[in-house]
């Protein structure tokens, strides 16, 4: 078994800054990319960034030069550092990660469970 766990989320003023933390834990040999997702009110689940093992990341242009993607290999975790938010931000955060298990064959996609962002104005 395998799960990833969000932390980090809470309320926040607008142009204020924000860690959001997922950790990778249980049955796990190796790990791909890992990113993050959001769901605004009202609007589709968006893609916000991901990271390669080797840390070269890439971000949805909305969130460039705000936000920042980092993850420790060792310690199986990816953040993701939010500077100067917006309202515009407030929503649903989601880790994710392709995971190859022990004993398994394949990478395989899983899911944080999410934590909510809010930034008041």
């Known amino acids: 078994q395998v799960q990833l766990v969000e932390s980090g989320g809470g309320l926040v003023q607008a142009g204020g800054s924000l860690r959001l933390s997922c950790a990778a834990s249980?049955?796990?040999?190796?790990?791909?990319?890992m990113g993050w997702y959001r769901q605004l009110p009202g609007k589709q689940r968006e893609w916000v960034a991901d990271?390669?093992?080797?840390?070269?990341?890439n971000y949805n242009d909305s969130v460039k030069e705000k936000f920042a993607i980092t993850r420790d290999n060792a310690k199986n975790t990816v953040d993701l550092q939010m500077s100067s938010v917006d309202v515009e931000d407030t929503g649903i955060y989601y880790c994710?990660?392709?995971?190859?298990?022990?004993?398994?064959?394949?990478?395989?996609?899983?899911w944080g469970q999410g934590t909510r962002v809010t930034v008041s104005s």
């Open positions: 990271i390669t093992s080797t840390g070269n990341a």
């Open positions: 249980g049955n796990i040999e190796k790990i791909n990319i």
């Open positions: 994710y990660a392709d995971i190859f298990q022990i004993g398994g064959s394949s990478y395989l996609p899983y």
